[in-house]
């Protein structure tokens, strides 16, 4: 009897527990769960229960997908900082004599400018300072990207632009020797590169396989006409022969007019989680875009240098890491909606000034 006692106890107290520790998980995952409706959340980032994927990438996924690629990132080393929140750049403007831009977010969404950023781009000019654009975007060629910019209404000239394009352009012409298979649409003219190319883009992958395989070399320039059947090729033939990867865009995102668009980083960081690609970036948040912006620079002093962007985890943690003073914009980037608080926790990475735009 006794022993019937204890065993029915022993159960009962078990069960308990269970239903106990089912409704601690289910009540963190209700919080996980406004998230998900909110934000088309892929992956829970409490529980790790997968979801089904959305049509386009969420802010919440891109913060996510940058968190689990962190350790190929490069580490703070910095202490961090107490945010400032302030109304627009206006009210620190007098801070500093130089300003680095990140281009998508922070200037233009997609093809469309941001009204408020144009009129304080022309102000901080109009003032004396001296601005750079410093962009992931590797597309288009240099010509062509300050006239879209020229175009969107801000008045730069060739030499204020720094373009992932043209730190990879830069490096390529030490590899003359190389043929380079490029992911990129025609458009993007990457014949102008200083190397031998083709695209792999808008090809019949297994038609061109020999060639693929034949290639010394990948450059990851664009995701434009990209598909999963040409990525799936690409990573095919990269498990047959592992060659260097270059990518020249390293963000995993972009903020367009309709959403979230897919990068070459993202595609970059697929390859390395699936056959232990050791890819080669040009760009935020690596040290080779902010020593060149930096360089352009160089009559300013760091301190009165200051590196403007909507991604913490390439315009800040490379502004931080560099030595430059940060600020986050929030309003239409890769945070729009997002706890901000939150996210600057998760991540680690904290900028000295946030305001909603410029
Ligand atoms: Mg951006």
């Known amino acids: 009897m006794i022993l019937l006692v204890i065993l029915v106890t022993v159960v009962v107290s078990e069960w308990v527990s269970a239903e106990v520790r089912q409704a601690v998980l289910w009540f963190r995952h ?8 909110t934000e ?31 350790s190929r990132l490069p580490a703070v080393t910095v202490d961090s900082v107490e945010p400032q929140s302030v109304a627009s750049l206006g009210v620190i403007a007098d801070r500093f004599d130089g300003f680095i831009f990140d281009a ?20 901080l000019q109009a003032m004396g300072k001296r601005c750079l654009v410093l962009s992931n975007a590797a ?14 209404g801000f008045p730069i000239t060739s030499d204020q632009l720094i373009s992932s394009r043209m730190l990879v352009s830069a490096a390529l012409g030490s590899e003359t ?39 010394d070399a990948v450059l990851m320039l664009s995701t434009q006409g990209w598909t999963d059947r040409l990525q799936q090729g690409l990573s095919d033939s990269l498990r047959r022969r592992l060659r260097p990867v270059w990518v020249a865009n390293p963000d995993l995102v972009a903020p ?36 060149a912006a930096k360089t352009k620079l160089s009559h300013i002093p760091a301190s009165r240098l200051l590196m403007v962007g909507d991604t913490l985890h390439t315009d800040i943690l490379g502004g931080r890491c560099a030595g430059l003073s940060t600020m986050l914009v929030t309003a239409h980037g890769a945070l729009k909606g997002l706890n901000i608080g939150t996210c600057m926790a998760e991540s680690g990475i904290f900028p000295d000034f946030i305001a909603p735009e410029i």
């Open 40 to 70: 088309s959340l892929l992956r829970c980032s409490l529980c790790g229960r997968q979801q089904e994927p959305a049509m386009t990438p969420s802010t919440l996924w891109a913060f996510d997908s940058y968190q689990r690629i962190r």
């Open 30 to 37: 209700t919080k996980c769960l406004h998230r998900i409706v």
């Open 177 to 215: 020797d190389q043929t380079w298979a490029v992911m990129a649409p025609s458009w993007a003219r990457s014949d102008q590169l200083p190397c031998r190319s083709f695209l792999i883009a808008n090809q019949d992958i297994q038609a061109n396989r020999d060639r693929l395989d034949n290639a």
């Open 139 to 152: 597309t288009a060629p240099q010509r062509q990207l300050v006239q879209k910019y020229r175009n969107l």
């Open 256 to 291: 367009r007019e309709d959403g979230l668009s897919l990068e070459p980083g993202h595609y970059a960081h697929q390859l390395a989680d699936t056959i232990g690609l050791d890819a080669v970036f040009f760009g935020k948040p690596f040290s080779n875009a902010f020593d």
């Open 104 to 123: 998508f977010g922070v200037l233009n969404v997609g093809n469309t400018a941001l009204p408020t950023a144009r009129a304080r781009f022309h102000d």
